[in-house]
């Protein structure tokens, strides 16, 4: 009993276990697994790139130097996981980070707010539906009293009382008040303390202002940044400084890495890693004229020595590069402090060219090389004459042109017919493969005909003649492994019964 | 295609026809009669692959197409095809020759 469960179990591994194991290990790369949230990298966006979205855009900047005259307003520093910090490298208005969309308005809802009176303090929490209007109307209603159940719980040995005087008090602004009853189950005739003011009030969340008198109060969409996350921590460029625009996402989760900008705005800088754990980091520096220079190092390890490369990419007021220039030193990088070390700069070893062998011009003249020169010299006459004879006799005696006329005349033969014709002469070059069947890139057009891109047309192309080469390939290997086998069967069939 | 077909069978069976019985030249003419067949087969395989392909002009359909006539597929019929009446006729010629040598 116990082997043939054990049987049954290992072949139901091997049927369905070990298969799925193998495509999900195929299918997920094995370094989705890895959690490593100092990993960062930098891109260059141009002016137009790269401000929506959590989307990596543009060229980075550590897997190599961008050409001069490239667009390049903004720095997105990125982390695998999506956090981006934007920093604008010139003050045009085109590069300013763009805020993520917010609903224009909310309803005001019940706030948490503390409370300082008695002997302790208590906290409102936001009321089932969060929408004060109902509670407005109704200053009996049971979310009143919730708010003062949740406000207090037991504790000095007394239990909780909840006060029926819980009243509406003003506008928007009410209370209740809580009592600690001496009686462990409390009672509302027992000696009561007060203990604290409980309130709850309306209000707004954050990145919204109330506006308009009650009951009629709304809240007006007042910092999209701060109402809505996009995992982006913006800056602001102003003249020849960078700041941090107030947004929550820059002190979010914590796996972006914000530059963090000296007074004044004067630079700003990050430190990270690579996806393969080498130490990097940057600095922005705001020139005068209203752009920056880009300066990134790259710790790495050359024949042993560990070195830190250098790029500086400068960029004009226009938001173009207008300089680029990179350098290798010994040195390394603290990923703590961002503190780069640089010592002796090492020049690159460029390959030496090959050495130039000069033949003399009379070489051939006399030994080995005269006497080659000498049996070859009359077989390439011969050669030369057999491929362009003014004409010759085949063996059946008839003239024939020379060999270079007739290939002259080939190509005036082909052009002549017509691809893909199925006539009785081409019915097999037409076959397969070929230019009626090859695969195209698909063209898709269209016109928005509502919504906000109504009367917005365009045209794309759809190319997926890779992925479908590489089935047009397997299928072929599939087709040839069938051949083979099936050829194979049918030779090794029995003779027995003849025809 | 037609000169393939006639040096495959041609040649192998071409002098049994001559030197051995009436009867197992008629097997002879079976094989030629094959090989004309399957002459005409391909032939007609290929016209109706071609006409589909000159009245499709969906790029998508012609993609699929694409996708699953791989650039090797005749080649493959061609042998399938050539190795099925190759196996035909030597197993019909070996019975011939085992019944005439039977009625001797």
Redesign the interface.
Known sequence: MTKLFRYKTRRIFARFMLPILTVWLCIVPSRSYAFAPAIYGIYAASSAMGLGGGAVVGADLFAGMLAIGAGFGLLLVSTPAGDQARLPLTSAPANVPAAPTGAPSSLPALQPIWSSGGSTQAQANTCTGGVIAPIYSDASSSCRASVCLMGQTSQLGFSKYVDSSAVLVSGLTYYCTGHLDETPVGGSSSTAVTVGNIYGSSGCPSGYTITGTAPNQTCALSSARLATPDKACDYARSGSALAMISDPDCAGSGTVIPAICASGGVSCSGVGTSPTGEPRSYIITPTANGGSTVQTFQQGTVSGTTVVTTTTTTVGPDSTVTGVSSSTSTGSINTSTGTVTTGTTITPTTPSPAPVINFPTDYARTGEAATAAATLAPKLDTLHNDLNPTSFNDTSGTTVPPIIVALDGRPNQLTTLTA?T?TVNL??P?????A?????P??IGGTFTSGVLNGISGTASLD??DQ?DQ???L??WL??V??VV??FR??M?S?S??? | ?GAFFTAVFGSLFGFIAQYITKKIAYAGAVGASLLAITVAFY?AI??L???L??VVTD??I??G??????????T?MT??WS??IL??LY??Q???I?AVSSAN
Do not use: D
Request: proline residues 5%; hydrophobic residues 55%.
């Open positions: 893909n199925p019915w097999m037409s076959l397969l493969p070929g009626v069947v090859a695969c195209k698909i063209p997926i003649c479908l089935v047009r390939q299928l072929g087709l040839s069938f051949t099936h050829i049918l030779f069939r003779n019964g003849g025809a | 295609m032939a290929t016209a692959i071609n006409n392909l000159f790029q998508w012609l993609n197409i694409f996708s699953v006539l791989p650039a090797n597929f005749m493959c042998a399938i190795a099925e196996a035909f197993r019909h070996l019975f011939t085992k």
